[in-house]
């Protein structure tokens, strides 16, 4: 397996907008489907958003109209754009292939 970093974590006011990324060290032909998953306090970690080698993408009901998970294989990286964010968003945000170990994640803050 190659390496993955998270980023793109902030604070950010409801309502607002956030990238976040998920790069790989290399190319792996079978990291797909690569899962976003997100765990806010005193909460189990939850996937959110899917992504498949077809490019077909699957969400968490109540994230579908905000969310949007995809990728750029020339840049080996998985994204996820999130808009109108509420403060039930707040969570730490991991990527994850299946097989794969998890990596450390980046926080979101949704706050005024």
């Known amino acids: 397996q190659v390496q993955l970093v998270e980023s793109g974590g902030g604070l950010v006011q409801p309502g607002g907008s956030l990238r976040l990324s998920c790069a790989a060290s290399g190319s792996d032909s079978s990291i797909y489907p690569v899962y976003w998953y997100r765990q806010a306090p005193g909460k189990q970690r939850e996937w959110v958003a899917i992504?498949?080698?077809?490019?077909?993408?699957n969400y968490k009901n109540g994230v579908k109209d905000r969310f949007t998970i995809y990728r750029d294989n020339a840049k080996n990286t998985v994204y996820l754009q999130m808009t109108s964010l509420k403060s039930e968003d707040t969570a730490v945000y991991s990527c994850k292939p299946v097989g794969y170990s998890w990596g450390q994640g980046t926080q979101v803050i949704v706050s005024a």
């Open positions: 992504i498949y080698d077809n490019v077909r993408t």
